[in-house]
T-cell receptor, first 112, second 112 residues
Framework: GESVGLHLPTLSVQEGDNSIINCAYS??????FIWYKQESGKGPQFIID?????DKRQGQRVTVLLNKTVKHLSLQIAATQPGDSAVYFC???????????FGTGTRLKVLA | EPEVTQTPSHQVTQMGQEVILRCVPI?????FYWYRQILGQKVEFLVS????????KSEIFDDQFSVERPDGSNFTLKIRSTKLEDSAMYFC??????????FGSGTRLTVV
């Protein structure tokens, strides 16, 4: 298991409830933001993205909110399911670069 | 759904040895990336590659690292002389237009 490294914040939610995962990003020059889900032993899986000219974007059961004033990003998951259990990372792409900067991650645990 | 394929899934190597990590990006993608994740830590950018050249690289990507796209389908990461601190999961990713790239499942590199 992951016994070394950063201690991940953990969000525990009841199955069927809504989840909100928050992220503070670092670079005011970032203009593209992404949420990824990572299950144990797998690579990051794209969930949803948003550009800096928007403040909200919706997908299937997921919504991303962007507050550029306070450099804050959130991911809302509606009707959370057991399959949503994973580590969720936000990532930002600074304008003019070819890289993503990933956040620390939040572990989501869905309780049956 | 198209996938980014990485081989091997796990590589054990002696310190000082050279390793080559292999990736087959999604076929119509044009941008290619390597990231790494030390156990329990953030995903970190290594290098991006477009039009047969490096677009951007991080401080981690020093002279011991190199990337190559030897043919139309493979994208490789070479570490010339591995160190213990190179032990990590290495993820390849690709994208059509830099947005929301797709990651592979990773290669776990263990340097002993």
């Amino acid at each position: 298991g992951e016994s070394v490294g950063l201690h991940l914040p953990t969000l525990s939610v009841q199955e069927g409830d809504n989840s909100i995962i928050n992220c503070a990003y670092s670079n005011s020059a970032s203009d593209y933001f992404i949420w990824y889900k990572q299950e144990s032993g797998k690579g990051p899986q794209f969930i949803i993205d948003i550009r800096s000219n928007m403040d909200k974007r919706q997908g299937q059961r997921v919504t991303v909110l962007l507050n550029k004033t306070v450099k804050h990003l959130s991911l809302q998951i509606a009707a959370t399911q057991p399959g949503d259990s994973a580590v969720y990372f936000c990532a930002e792409e600074p304008s003019g670069t070819y890289k993503y900067i990933f956040g620390t991650g939040t572990r989501l645990k869905v309780l049956a | 759904e198209p996938e980014v394929t990485q081989t091997p899934s796990h590589q054990v190597t002696q310190m000082g040895q050279e390793v080559i990590l292999r990736c087959v990006p999604i076929s119509n993608h044009l941008y290619f990336y390597w990231y790494r994740q030390i156990l329990g830590q953030k995903v970190e950018f290594l290098v991006s590659f477009y039009n047969n050249e490096i677009s951007e690289k991080s401080e981690i990507f020093d002279d011991q690292f190199s990337v190559e796209r030897p043919d139309g389908s493979n994208f490789t990461l070479k570490i010339r002389s591995t160190k213990l601190e190179d032990s990590a999961m290495y993820f390849c990713a690709s994208s059509v237009d830099r947005d929301g790239y797709t990651f592979g499942s990773g290669t776990r590199l263990t340097v002993v």
